[in-house]
């Protein structure tokens, strides 16, 4: 294959596993109708920054490490799912929160200003959520290591991670947008308490799920 063949289709795959269901979707949804369509494109941004983090640890070869070294394979895992766990339950714990509608693409709580995430903690929080899942990881590097030829290109090499990162945040951007519209907000206040602790209750089971797999 050619190298902008090799290039689309690597890109390809990208884009096909962040838009499966999972962690970060949750995520990025939830922020996008409770706090703002600002959060909700800082998280995707961050998302697309970890998504550049595991490109670029997949070209250098530390993800195949982390499949030789069972033990860190197994502590990145576990971490991972607890992360998850804490952060599903954090969204339960918040169900009950009253919101009011302040503006025509944001939520907010009573005492606005301390109660709306700041655009950087909603990057963060989109970041750590992607790097807390390490089967991204393994995805990446099977990805990176089926499509790429023996002796990748340099122009190809400092253009993946660059690529991939427009691809993740592109997508959770895309996410961010429709989630964060009036119609979804408004659907999401009336039934804040469900929606809160549905989206808890799937972050907290995908990091149980992440332990079990390890445990057994």
Known sequence: MTTITVFLAILGAVLLGAMSPGPSFVLISRLSLANSRRSGMAAAIG???GGAVFSVLALVGLIALLQQVEWL???????????LVFLGLKIWRHSRSVMVMAGTDSLQMPGAAKAKRQDFGSFGLGFVTQMANPKTAIVYA???AA???ENPERMLIFALPVAVFVVEAGWYGLVALVFSAPGPQQTYL???R?????AGTVLAL???RLIVEEMR
Request: charged share 15%.
């Open 47 to 49: 998302m697309g920054a």
């Open 73 to 83: 394979y197994w502590g990145l895992k576990v971490c991972g799912g607890t992360y």
């Open 142 to 144: 099977s990805i990176f």
């Open 147 to 149: 499509m790429l030829p």
């Open 190 to 192: 009336r039934s804040k």
């Open 194 to 198: 469900w929606f809160d602790r549905a």
């Open 206 to 208: 995908l990091g149980l």
